[in-house]
C-alpha cells in the first residue's frame, strides 16, 4: 500500500496561473482533506470531503476548488493562483469508522507550491 | 471559528529534560487529538482521547483529556533527539472536521 499520494511535490506558478494538485489514497478511506500549512500558523483545513459526491468548506476555502472524482482521489485547484497561495498543501484521509483510531489521519507528503 | 491555543509556540531542552505542553480552547470537545510532524513530513497520530478526564500512554509520551473539555496536556519524557519536530493538538469539531493547533515546535540542544 502506497498510503495517501501527492503530486506535485514542488511547483512553482506565476500569478494568474491555474493549477490542480492530485491526491489519491488507497486505504478504502471515506473522508478525505485539504490542508495548507503556513509558518506559524499550523494546519488550517481548506476544504474537506465526508464520502464520495461530498464536498465541505474548512476553514479557509477562498481561491480553491476540489473534486471528489472518486472514492480514492480528491483534488484541489487554483484558479488564478496568488502570492498569498504560497504554502505546503497537504491531504489527508481516514476511515469513518468505530474504534479507538476512528479519528486517525493518514497524511500525504504534502506539495510545496510558490506563487511568484 | 473554532480556535485552539496552544502553548509554547516553540521549546528548547536538553536531552534527557522531560516536556510538557498545552491546549486549551474556549469551546467544549469531546475528541482531542495529539499529531507529530516531523521535518519535510505529513503529521503522525500520537494519541486520541475520547472522554473527559483521560489519560492515556503511549511509550514515553502521555496525554490528558481535561475535565472541563476545553484542554488537554501532552507530556514527553526523558527527551531524546527523535523527539525534535513539531507536535499539535486537535480537536473533531462540527460536521466531523478536524481542526489543528499552530503548534510546538520541540528543539533539543546538544
Known amino acids: 500500500n502506497a498510503g495517501v499520494t501527492q503530486t506535485p511535490k514542488f511547483q512553482v506558478l506565476k500569478t494568474g496561473q491555474s493549477m490542480t494538485l492530485q491526491c489519491a489514497q488507497d486505504?478504502?478511506?471515506?473522508?478525505m482533506y485539504w490542508y495548507r500549512q503556513d509558518p506559524g500558523m499550523g494546519l488550517r483545513l481548506i476544504y474537506y470531503?465526508?464520502?464520495?459526491?461530498?464536498?465541505d468548506k474548512g476553514e479557509v476555502p477562498n481561491g480553491y476548488n476540489v473534486s471528489r472524482l472518486n472514492k480514492r482521489e480528491f483534488s484541489l485547484r487554483l484558479e488564478s493562483a496568488a502570492p498569498s497561495q504560497t504554502s505546503v498543501y497537504f491531504c489527508?484521509?481516514?476511515?469513518?469508522?468505530?474504534?479507538?483510531?476512528?479519528?486517525?489521519?493518514?497524511f500525504g507528503p504534502g506539495t510545496r507550491l510558490t506563487v511568484t | 471559528g473554532q480556535q485552539l491555543n496552544q502553548s509554547p509556540q516553540s521549546m528548547f531542552i536538553q536531552e534527557g529534560e522531560d516536556v510538557s505542553m498545552n491546549c486549551t480552547s474556549s469551546?467544549?470537545?469531546?475528541?482531542w487529538l495529539w499529531y507529530k510532524q516531523d521535518p519535510g513530513e505529513g503529521p503522525v497520530l500520537l494519541i486520541a482521547?475520547?472522554?473527559?478526564?483521560e489519560l492515556t500512554s503511549n511509550g514515553r509520551l502521555t496525554a490528558q483529556f481535561g475535565i472541563t473539555r476545553k484542554d488537554s496536556f501532552l507530556n514527553i519524557s526523558a527527551s531524546i533527539p527523535s523527539d525534535v519536530g513539531i507536535y499539535f493538538c486537535?480537536?473533531?469539531?462540527?460536521?466531523?472536521?478536524?481542526?489543528f493547533g499552530k503548534g510546538t515546535r520541540l528543539h533539543i540542544l546538544p
Open positions: 470531503s465526508a464520502s464520495e459526491g461530498t464536498t
Open positions: 489527508a484521509s481516514r476511515l469513518l469508522a468505530g474504534g479507538s483510531r476512528s479519528y486517525e489521519q493518514y
Open positions: 486505504m478504502n478511506h471515506n473522508s
Open positions: 482521547l475520547y472522554k473527559a478526564g
Open positions: 486537535a480537536i473533531r469539531g462540527r460536521d466531523d472536521k478536524i481542526i
Open positions: 469551546s467544549i470537545f469531546n475528541t
